[in-house]
C-alpha cells in the first residue's frame, strides 16, 4: 500500500491569516481534489495531518471542524475520491503537545496505525512546518506553492537539511509528477 500525507490549509484548501472557521470558508483550490482522485485511481492512500489551533484559540469548535472535514469528505466523493482518514492537532503554538507539526506526533500516529515506512512516505505541505515534521519521521518531504508555499520556498534555501526538497506550483502538479515517477 501506498500512502500520501497531505497538510490542509495551503494544499488542498485555501489558507488564511484569519484562519478557516466555518465550511463556508473552507474553500478548495482548484485542482486539488481531482488530484486526490487521481492518487486514490492509483491505489494510493490519502491521509491529512493538520494543525488547527483555531479551536485553542476559540475561533471555531471542534464540531465546526468535523462539518468542514464533512464538507471535504463530500466534495472528494463527489469527484470519485475519498480520504483514509484526517488527524488534527486542536492545541495552541504555547500548548506543550507532541502533535503539533513541526514536532511528530501526528505523523508517528499515521506510521504506527497503518504500518507505513516512513521513507515510503510522501508529505505534501506548504509551510516549513510541514517539512520539518516530515523529515523529523524521516518521510520525504514535497513542498506546494499554494498557501504559504511561496514564502516557505525562499525559507527552504537557507537550511540546508531541507536541501533538494521537490516544489511544485500545486498539488495537482506535484501529483503529476509523483504519478510520472512511479
Known sequence: MKYIVLDRDGVINEDSDAYIKSPEEFIPIPGSLEAITRLNKADYKIIVSTNQSGIARHYFTEATLEKMHEKL?????????????????PHG???????RKPKPGMLNQIISKFTIAPAELIVIGDSLRDLQSALAVGAQPV???????????LAIKTLPELAGTPVYKDLSTAVD????NE
Not at 73 to 82: I, S
Not at 93 to 99: E, Q, V
Request: charged share 30%; with cysteine; aromatic share 6%.
Open 177 to 180: 509528477a509523483i504519478l510520472n
Open 73 to 89: 469528505n463530500n466534495l472528494l466523493a463527489n469527484q470519485g475520491g475519498e480520504l483514509e482518514e484526517i488527524y488534527y492537532c
Open 143 to 153: 513542498l506546494v506553492e499554494t498557501g504559504k508555499g511561496q514564502k516557505t520556498k
Open 93 to 99: 503554538p504555547d500548548d506543550d503537545c507532541d502533535c
